[in-house]
Each structure stands twice: as structure tokens, then as C-alpha cells.
């Protein structure tokens, strides 16, 4: 036993003592201290890959910011220097349009003094179809009367309800009113007049026959006696109030023809081109 240990000493005695075994060791130690080397050189450099992508991303997204943020800021200050441009030359703009406004607010006057008064003609026309009916059975002759009085005023409800388109197309113009339409406002005013003149005459006339009819029949003018009452109402107070706001609106569009005479004078105007997407502007003439 002692002799097969000593001869496994001698053995290991002779491989560590062996030079070619000490020149393996020596490579392979050397071997990895190179691999361990270029590991860690690979390392470094792929860690600087990775930085410098990562600050060229952080570089790239804070140029496109600064682009974004100075466009907006051009934008506004294209919007902003628009808004002034059009605030010192549109200006006089909103001189013709609160003169529109005033005169629409007289035309609109007008049309509630007609429809106020078609609607008195109207409960008048109702009235004499009740009383048609309720004097059937009386005497034919002044029924035939009254029967006629109703056709006179359903003529007049008619007339009063063409008048109230006309005024509604006089709205209409003078939402665009300026120089060249003013002769068709006059026009239009004065067709208007004309048929309050007539309807102010046909009413007189009807107040004239009615008020006959109240010795006629007591039973009958029970029946229409408050229709005399409405018609009396109508020519004293809405076609007085009518024909003094006609007189009012042909007066007043001679001083809105003199103010806008003076407004186009220092007013520019424009026009859009969508095409190229560019506001025009130019001097303004009638």
C-alpha cells in the first residue's frame, strides 16, 4: 500500500514538474485573459452603439418639437397679423352693416303693423262667416249684403297677405342694401304704400256700408256690430301707425343712401380665392 502511494506521488510530482504542461497552462490562461479582454471591448463598443442611437433619437425628436413649436408659432403670428389686417381695412364694413341693421329694424316695424292689422282683418272675416250662418234664416236681401261684405273683405285679407310677401321680400334686399339697391328698396317701399292706400279705401268703404246696416236688423247688427268696433280700430290706429312708418322708412332711406355714399368712399372690399387659398383685397366701387 505504501509503495502504490508513493508511486502516485512520483507521478503527480512528474506532471507538475513537466515544462510542455506548464507552457499548456500558461496558453490557456492567456487565452483567457485575450477572450476576456475582447469581451469587454465588444461590450464598450456595443454600449456606444446604444448611446449614440438613443441620443440621435433624443436629438432627432427634440428638432422635430422645435419644428413643430416654431411653425404654430408662425401659424399665429400669420393669424394674428391677419386679424389686424382685416380689423384696419374691414373696418368700414361694419359701418354698412349696422346701417343695414337700423333700416331692417324700421322695415321689421312695418311688418308687425301689417300683420297686426291683417289679423284684425281676419277676426273681421271670421266674424261675417258666423254671421252668414246665424242669418240664414232672416232676411234674404240684407243677407246678400252681408254676404258681399264678407267677399270685400276676403279680398282685403288677400291684398294684406301679398303686401306681407313684398315686405318679406324687402327684408331680403335689405339685408344686402347698398347703393345699387337702394332704387329697388324706394320701389318696393313705394308698391307697399300704394297697396296700404288701397286697403286704407276699402276699409273706409266697409265701414261705411256696415255702419248702414245698423237699421237694417237688430238681430243682425247684434252680429256685427263689434266688426264696425274692429274696423273703426283698424283705420284710426294700425293704418295710421302703418302709413306714418312708411312715411318714416322713405325718409330714412335717403339719409342711408347720403351715409353710404360716405362709407364706400374709405372702404375696402375682398374677395376669397379658394383655389389658392389667398383673401383679395381692393379698393371698394359702386
Same mark, same amino acid.
Given at each position: 500500500m505504501n509503495e502504490?502511494?508513493?508511486?502516485?506521488?512520483?507521478y503527480l510530482s512528474e506532471r507538475r514538474n513537466d515544462p510542455e504542461r506548464r507552457e499548456n497552462r500558461l496558453?490557456?490562461?492567456?487565452i483567457g485573459a485575450v477572450a476576456?479582454?475582447?469581451?469587454?471591448?465588444?461590450?464598450?463598443?456595443f454600449w456606444a452603439h446604444v448611446a449614440r442611437e438613443r441620443r440621435e433619437r433624443e436629438e432627432a425628436a427634440e428638432a422635430a418639437a422645435e419644428a413643430e413649436r416654431a411653425d404654430w408659432e408662425e401659424e399665429q403670428l400669420v393669424a394674428e397679423t391677419f386679424e389686424e389686417e382685416a380689423e384696419k381695412y374691414m373696418a368700414p364694413n361694419d359701418g354698412q352693416e349696422l346701417l343695414r341693421q337700423e333700416y331692417l329694424e324700421s322695415i321689421q316695424y312695418?311688418?308687425?303693423?301689417?300683420e297686426e292689422l291683417l289679423s284684425s282683418m281676419t277676426q273681421i272675416e271670421q266674424n261675417l262667416s258666423e254671421t252668414i250662418i246665424q242669418y240664414k234664416e232672416g232676411d234674404q236681401e240684407v243677407l246678400k249684403q252681408v254676404e258681399i261684405l264678407h267677399k270685400e273683405v276676403s279680398t282685403i285679407v288677400q291684398n294684406l297677405k301679398e303686401t306681407e310677401t313684398k315686405l318679406y321680400d324687402l327684408i331680403d334686399i335689405v339685408q344686402i342694401m347698398d347703393q345699387k339697391t337702394i332704387p329697388m328698396i324706394q320701389q318696393q317701399i313705394l308698391e307697399i304704400r300704394q297697396d296700404m292706400s288701397k286697403a286704407q279705401t276699402d276699409i273706409t268703404n266697409l265701414y261705411t256700408k256696415i255702419a248702414a246696416l245698423e237699421q237694417e236688423d237688430v238681430k243682425l247688427w247684434a252680429g256685427i256690430g263689434e266688426v264696425e268696433k274692429k274696423l273703426k280700430n283698424a283705420m284710426n290706429q294700425s293704418m295710421?301707425? @302703418?302709413? =306714418?312708418? !312708411?312715411?318714416v322708412l322713405l325718409n330714412q332711406l335717403?339719409? @342711408?343712401? =347720403?351715409? !353710404?355714399?360716405?362709407?364706400?368712399?374709405?372702404?375696402l372690399k375682398y374677395y376669397y380665392d379658394a383655389g389658392s387659398n389667398t383673401l383679395y383685397l381692393e379698393p371698394y366701387s359702386e
Open positions: 502504490l502511494l508513493t508511486k502516485i506521488s512520483d496558453s490557456v490562461v492567456i476576456v479582454i475582447v469581451i469587454i471591448l465588444l461590450l464598450l463598443v312695418l311688418e308687425e303693423k301689417v295710421t301707425e @302703418v302709413n =306714418n312708418q !312708411l312715411d335717403g339719409s @342711408v343712401e =347720403n351715409r !353710404l355714399q360716405g362709407l364706400a368712399s374709405k372702404t
